[in-house]
């Protein structure tokens, strides 16, 4: 498990940080070009970010496990931070 934490908390945190800045960064406008078009970016950071620190381990032993609960995470917080900025 402790494996495990070690490389989903990063992940995380990376898609914590990604959201604080498009939320602070971005422009908060209805139209194309919005706060809301950068997330999936964020996500797709994250995708990147959870397949180099699982390259990084080479632990075969719960992989599927660790990834979806790393990019699990992640979605909720970019979720989160979408309604968050839709409500701004």
Do not use: D, Y
Request: hydrophobic residues 60%; proline residues 3%.
């Amino acid at each position: 498990m402790a494996w495990s934490l070690r490389s989903v908390i990063p992940v995380w945190v990376v898609a914590l940080l990604g959201a604080v800045v498009v939320g602070v960064f971005a422009p908060h406008s209805s139209g194309t070009g919005g706060s809301l078009t950068w997330l999936p970016i964020v996500l797709a950071g994250s995708v990147l970010v959870t397949m180099a620190i699982q390259l990084a381990l080479q632990r075969k032993e719960g992989l599927v496990v660790r990834m979806m609960a790393s990019l699990g995470g992640a979605l909720v917080i970019c979720a989160v931070a979408g309604g968050i900025l839709l409500l701004l």
